[in-house]
């Protein structure tokens, strides 16, 4: 079955530092791959996609992710934190290629220090 | 372009009454979900309409969860009755196509049920 890990609950960075958040897919097929972003109160946001292509994805706000199909992996980076950056992230998979419902990850919070 | 309205922001119920959740996509999505998303968890799929006909409803809880699509716009998630494990939010998204199927998330539904 489909299903994905963000093995870090809560992760605290110092603002300007870099950030990298964990997540790992079990996926049979070719995934399409997502990272989205949850603020207080609000709806998801899509940070980024992967479907094909270059492993290297470029997304909003600065971000980044590595696809790396030998580890299962799509890390989201960022290099430099603001504060506004203080967030839910959530990474997901598509079923049945990228028209189907997305599983999601169990989220990694993100806290900025000043 | 309007994004994903829903109704009601907040809900506040207590168990074995009943609930309505609306949801209107965006414009031109034949795609509509609705998502449960539990306190510290990932949203979860309930629910998924192509146009006015349901796509994938195999985790939606059929005994006390129904949701419809008249019309193949506007849509209603309805929970009669509602217990306590349903406190959640509730969130709708929409895709097309055209657009590569990315959803679009509404601000969601929060739900608190007594």
């Known amino acids: 079955a489909q299903s994905v890990t963000q093995p870090d609950i809560h992760i605290t960075v110092s603002e300007g530092a870099s950030l990298e958040l964990r997540c790992n897919y079990s996926?049979?097929?070719?995934?399409?791959l997502f990272w989205y972003v949850q603020s207080p109160g609000q709806g998801l946001q899509l940070l980024l996609k992967?479907?094909?292509?270059?492993?290297l994805v470029q997304g909003i706000k600065g971000f980044e992710a590595e696809f790396k199909r030998s580890q299962s992996s799509f890390n989201l980076r960022k290099p430099s934190v603001h504060w506004s950056d203080a967030a839910e992230y959530f990474c997901?998979?598509?079923?049945?290629?990228?028209?189907?419902?997305?599983?999601f990850g169990q989220g990694t919070t993100l806290q900025v220090k000043p | 372009e309007a994004g994903v309205a829903q109704s009601p922001r907040y809900k506040i119920i207590e168990k074995r009454q009943s609930v309505a959740f609306w949801c209107n996509p965006i414009?031109?999505?034949?795609?509509l979900y609705w998502y449960q998303q539990i306190l510290g968890q990932g949203p979860k799929l309930l629910i998924q309409?192509?146009?006015?006909?349901?796509?994938?409803d195999s985790q939606l809880p059929k005994d006390r969860f129904s949701a419809e699509r008249l019309k193949g716009v506007d849509s209603t998630l309805k929970i009669q009755p509602a217990k306590l494990e349903d406190s959640a939010v509730y969130l709708c998204?929409?895709?097309?196509?055209?657009?590569?199927?990315?959803?679009?998330f509404g601000p969601g539904t929060r739900l608190t049920v007594l």
């Open positions: 996926y049979g097929a070719t995934p399409y």
């Open positions: 997901a998979v598509a079923t049945w290629g990228n028209t189907g419902k997305l599983i």
């Open positions: 309409f192509q146009n006015n006909g349901v796509v994938d």
């Open positions: 992967y479907f094909s292509g270059d492993t």
């Open positions: 414009s031109g999505h034949a795609t």
């Open positions: 998204a929409s895709s097309s196509v055209q657009g590569n199927n990315e959803q679009f």
